[in-house]
């Protein structure tokens, strides 16, 4: 097969004797043995038997072997969320006396994890702008540095980051470059083909694509997923194997699902450009979008996300969400139906107004995430609620 779509449908749990067609679920917690001997050999590692859920899974194991293909990676470990798939990676990989570099603009738990818990186990971080030149990134760089760690587009500034440079300044160095890639997904992006050595998700968000279950994944070089895998497994943040059966299943639709939602999202963000009401659209793939060559050089497709700053600023925001009739007001994003948020007022009013304007979050910032319906009818809610 020559293309990941075909490869990926057809990377499936064995068949069962029942011959199904689907998939089955093997909702256990733990497989039996024959015998004595093979249950000591797979506790000595000398076979690939499943023993407990906590550390393998079928179903589990299905998910991650398909998100490997997507992302053109070597091997792969699934956790419960998108921050155990961070958490993870951070934990395995850095230990006391090790020091993160990231970019300051990164979804708000990943930043409590690096400033928050990282300095209790002794692991230092500093952090770049979003903006930052190869040189800013070359001088940021301590004789300890371990990791590199970055979100593009960003969570929720929408900011655009170039992989390629940042990878080439790793490599340099020997750091290990760390992508989330939550916001293009591996349709939009394959940050690996750019030089990452790890790209982690958050599948709840697109990769669900229907706001059922939390999920997320760490994929990369099999060496550093199996120092992940080994953390995980004594520290237990795995997958269970009822929602690696949803998002392996999801997986199989993501390349047409986001065709529709990025299509439809870089349409809106078109007709909203210059309204009245607004100061600017962000979306990665309007040329007015200040990171524009960078996201038409990495990316495939601008991605779901639609960002704009009304004039009138926080009150103005309130007051944007209270008029939508059709979008829904939830923490989420990357669902079938289009949802709306005001970082300022919810998700990011705990930082200062100068902490939210370093990482691009303005008082009248409006996150849209574009779902499924008609494009016509998401536009038309968002133009009503302008108007009103
Ligand atoms: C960019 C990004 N990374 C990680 C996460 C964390 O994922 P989860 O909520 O599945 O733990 C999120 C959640 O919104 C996110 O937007």
């Not at 600023?313 to 949802?339: V, Y």
Request: hydrophobic share 40%; proline share 4%.
């Amino acid at each position: 097969m020559k293309h990941d779509q075909s490869k990926l449908i057809r990377t499936q749990i064995d068949r069962t004797a029942e011959g199904e067609h689907s998939s089955p679920l093997f909702l256990t917690s733990s497989f039996c043995f024959e015998d004595a001997e093979t249950m000591r050999a797979a506790f000595a590692d000398e076979s690939d038997d499943n023993i407990y859920s906590r550390f393998s899974n079928p179903n589990v194991q299905e998910f991650v072997d398909r998100l490997v293909v997507l992302e053109h990676a070597e091997a792969g470990f699934a956790t419960a969320s998108g921050m155990s798939a961070v958490f993870g990676s951070f934990m395995a990989l850095l230990k006391k006396g090790d020091h993160l570099l990231s970019c300051n603009s990164i979804f708000g738990s990943t930043h409590t994890v690096i400033s928050k818990y990282l300095p209790k186990y002794g692991i230092e971080y500093s952090y770049v702008s979003a903006n930052a030149s190869a040189a800013d990134w070359e001088a940021a760089i301590q004789p300890n540095t371990k990791m590199i760690y970055l979100e593009t587009p960003t969570n929720p500034g929408l900011e655009v980051l170039d992989i390629a440079m940042i990878s080439a300044i790793a490599k340099k160095h020997h750091i290990i470059l760390n992508v989330d890639n939550c916001f293009a997904t591996p349709i939009g992006q394959t940050p690996i083909d750019l030089g990452a050595d790890l790209v982690v998700h958050s599948a709840t968000k697109w990769i669900d694509g229907q706001g059922r279950v939390l999920g997320g994944a760490v994929v990369g070089k099999k060496e550093l997923i199996h120092d992940i895998y080994l953390f995980c497994r004594s520290t237990g943040p795995s997958l269970s194997p009822f929602n690696a059966w949803v998002l392996s299943k999801s997986l199989e639709t993501l390349e047409v699902r986001m065709e529709r939602h990025c299509k439809s999202a870089f349409s809106i963000a078109q007709k909203l450009e210059g309204h009245a009401k607004i100061n600017f659209v962000k979306y990665p793939f309007l040329a007015s979008h200040p990171h524009h060559a960078i996201a038409v050089k990495q990316m495939k497709n601008g991605g779901g996300i639609v960002c704009f700053e009304l004039k009138g600023g926080l009150e103005a925001g309130r007051q944007f969400l209270n008029q939508l009739k059709m979008l829904s007001l939830t923490a989420n994003l990357g669902d079938s139906r289009s949802i709306a948020s005001h970082p300022a007022s919810t998700t990011h009013a705990k930082l200062s107004e100068a902490e939210r304007q370093a990482v691009g979050i303005t008082p009248g910032l409006i996150r849209i995430s574009v779902g499924l319906e008609h494009k016509e009818d998401i536009l038309n809610d968002i133009l009503q609620a302008l108007d009103a």
